[in-house]
């Protein structure tokens, strides 16, 4: 099963490890290093370049690295989009 995060970018179901709202977890200085730490090691990617709203943390397998996907559709519609994908 897959979840379509915006744009042309999906990612498998099983890779995510949560799905996180900016405006309240970019509160948190450690939130704020976590993803400035994982675009400086390029591990970040922006799904579409509107104002982004929620990121997802993928863990890809065999990979102990994981990869920030930084969308503009909001947690909750990720969410819906999670619980009710038949893909």
């Not at 509160?27 to 290093?33: A, D, I, Y």
């Not at 675009?39 to 579409?48: D, F, I, L």
Request: glycine residues 4%; hydrophobic residues 35%.
């Amino acid at each position: 099963m897959y979840l379509h995060l915006g744009e042309s970018t999906i990612v498998r179901k099983k890779d995510i490890v949560g799905i996180f709202d900016l405006d309240t977890t970019t509160v948190m200085k450690s939130s704020r290093n976590y993803i400035n730490k994982a675009e400086k090691e390029k591990r970040a990617v922006t799904v579409s370049y509107e104002l982004p709203k929620s990121f997802v943390v993928v863990t890809q397998k065999g990979s102990k690295n994981q990869k920030i996907y930084i969308s503009q559709l909001s947690s909750k519609a990720l969410e819906n989009r999670l619980i009710n994908s038949k893909i």
